[in-house]
């Protein structure tokens, strides 16, 4: 990731910012005290290319969700949510971040399949994919929990996956996250909170 606006965001979180009546603005999101690392072992985008949160994004900061395309409902809840809150930032904004949807469910979705979900919600987010164990293995360190889950009456299986949003910086690591029924305005208001001081 590009270090010239690299910006420890851990001091971000503590500082507060100056709204238009004066009162400081304070992030919404769980901020952490000691921030998760994210690996660097690459996955595949939707185009067949290798792609790493922490080597393939030049911008400051990069929203992760980890779910997948059949999902019956959290994961479409929080893409909507995501493609709303990308929305409500201004131009300036936008162009400084990535939002990226790595798949819990590599066997079903393909590059076509991921690229296809993603235009439903906003044809510039990413769409990752790669190996279980490997996406399993990224998810980690980042608290996030993946795992094929039990077979199914209708043949499927169940996949199960933490559902909150991490936010990257700049430095490869998460100071902040926004659970799944976090709202548009508010991950809005903490990105754009986020890049006044990256």
């Known amino acids: 990731m590009r270090r010239t606006q690299l910006a420890v965001l851990s001091l971000v979180l503590l500082a507060g910012c100056s709204t238009a009546d004066g009162k400081a603005a304070t992030l919404q999101g769980i901020t952490l005290d000691q921030p998760y690392v994210v690996p660097s072992t690459p996955l595949t985008d939707t185009s067949g290319a290798s792609y ?14 980890f779910g997948y395309t059949n999902c019956p409902d959290i994961c479409q809840v929080v893409m909507s949510t995501l493609a709303s809150a990308m929305t409500r930032l201004d131009a300036s904004d936008r162009a400084q971040v990535d939002v990226v949807l790595v ?21 510039t987010f990413i769409g990752l994919t790669g190996d279980l164990d490997t996406i399993a293995a990224i998810g980690r360190p980042m608290a996030v929990a993946v795992e094929q889950g039990k077979k199914l009456p209708s043949g499927g299986y169940e996949v ?7 936010a990257i910086g700049s430095d490869d690591k998460v100071h902040i996250l926004w659970t799944q029924d976090t709202s548009a305005a508010t991950i809005a208001s903490d990105v754009h909170l986020l890049l006044e001081k990256s």
């Open 52 to 65: 790493s949160l922490t080597k393939d994004t030049d911008k400051p900061l990069t929203l992760v969700f």
């Open 103 to 123: 798949t819990t469910d590599p066997a079903r979705d393909t590059g076509p399949v991921l690229t296809r979900y993603l235009s439903h919600f906003d044809p």
């Open 160 to 166: 199960v996956h933490n559902t909150q949003v991490s």
